[in-house]
């Protein structure tokens, strides 16, 4: 990559990912095929979940969970105020209230202060979104026993975290601390389906309902059948019947996505080993540098996954604007993003929620640069990133 424009974060595509595309393209069914539950029992071995439902992106797999979760109107679900829109508007998609919660000022994560601070202003909260931010796990342990006390249902967003691992063992999306986690496979994630999303869950029939619900519900299984008419006089179902019993939607994955993602999966190991010496080396280059930039604070409880790679900078110190730096960076060849605009800044939630007061959000946003992270880079790209870095801010060691 040395030389070229780096990009926040990108795929990493080999010909053995295209080869396995183009093979389905050649020989096997376009949607609806074998490939499908190929992945998705991959999946669930790479997660340590009992079940995984493949679905078309990672929007569609937050609100597919939250409508197997019996979430609808009059309901409350909490979601941190730092995520991406999606998380918050799966919730309103479905019909329910969101009550944004606060975050720790220093990583963006949902604390247990802020997730109770959040329950004192609810009167019907029936779920809590923790949103795995930037590829580091929110401290479920610490959440639990509010969960408990609170009988909260917990769908855990994990489109940063695929490959993060616990701890005490296993890792986001196992079940160990959620009803519900969901993926994205975006380019710029952990793996690259195009586009793509995945729920895991443990209980079986949740599953089962989530695959109707990805396929508009039609029930083609004659057990599920209501109406005498799917059967024949002699008994036998008709071959062309089929039901549908809710109101669904088409969120499918094609066999071709899903045959990228058997590929990029086999390597899933390797991309977050690759990100993780990247973001040491940025630790070691930026740590101590300056008091008015510093990596985000890493979690103790669990290893990151590195989807990104943010940094907080004090610009009112370092004399520049985050607009100006962005601009710099990006004329020395360096790309850089802002994860995220807080969802409850947004006029559609100002609407509806009022005017935020989320201090912690409110001084991580001010703060926040993502750096380029992604497997292929160099150790002499991240030495370019940190040099345009230091040259535009003006620091030295």
Not at 139 to 160: A, S, Y
Not at 231 to 256: K, Q, S, V
């Amino acid at each position: 990559m040395s030389g070229k424009f780096l990009p926040y974060g990108r795929h990493q595509i080999d010909e053995d990912d295209i080869a396995a595309v183009v093979d389905v393209l050649r020989h096997g069914v376009l949607t609806g095929g074998p490939k499908v539950d190929e992945f998705e029992n991959a999946f669930s071995r790479v997660t340590g979940a009992k079940h995984a439902v493949v679905c078309s992106n990672g929007t569609t797999a937050l609100h597919l969970a939250v409508i197997a979760a019996g979430i609808g109107p009059g309901d409350q679900v909490i979601v941190p105020a730092v995520t991406f829109l999606s998380t918050a508007n799966a919730v309103r998609m479905a019909g329910a209230d969101v009550i944004f919660a606060d975050v720790c000022p220093d990583t963006g994560l949902l604390t247990a202060e802020t997730l109770i601070a959040a329950l004192s202003r609810c009167e019907n909260a029936v779920a809590v979104m923790p949103v795995h931010l930037n590829g580091q796990c929110v401290e479920m342990p610490r959440l639990d026993g509010i969960i408990q006390k609170h009988f909260l249902k917990v769908i855990t967003d994990c489109c940063h975290a695929l490959g993060a691992q616990y701890a005490g063992g296993g890792g986001p999306g196992d079940g160990q601390y959620e009803d519900f986690a969901c993926f994205s496979l975006h380019p710029v994630k952990s793996i690259a389906m195009g586009e793509g999303g995945v729920v895991t869950t443990n209980d079986a029939s949740i599953a089962k309902r989530l695959r109707n619900l990805r396929g508009h519900d039609m029930r083609r299984d004659p057990e599920d059948w209501k109406m005498p008419s799917g059967f024949a006089p002699d008994g036998e179902p008709n071959p062309w019947y089929y039901e549908m019993h809710e109101l669904a939607y088409n969120y499918r994955a094609t066999d071709m996505q899903c045959a990228l993602g058997l590929s990029q999966l086999g390597k899933l190991g390797g991309f977050v080993r690759r990100r993780a010496e990247i973001a040491d080396r940025y630790d070691a280059a930026l740590t101590g540098l300056s008091n008015a930039l510093k990596p985000v604070q890493r979690t103790s409880l669990a290893a990151s996954a590195w989807h990104l790679y943010p940094v907080l900078i004090d610009f009112k110190a370092v004399g520049i604007s985050r607009a100006e730096l962005m601009r710099s960076l990006h004329g020395h060849g360096v790309g850089t993003q802002v994860h995220y605009v807080p969802v409850p800044w947004q006029p559609y939630y100002r609407e509806l929620c009022g005017e935020p007061d989320f201090p912690g959000a409110e001084r991580y946003y001010e703060a926040v640069l993502s750096l380029p992270i992604f497997p292929g880079m160099s150790d002499s790209d991240v030495d370019r990133v940190v040099a345009a870095l230091k040259q535009t801010l003006g620091l030295t060691e």
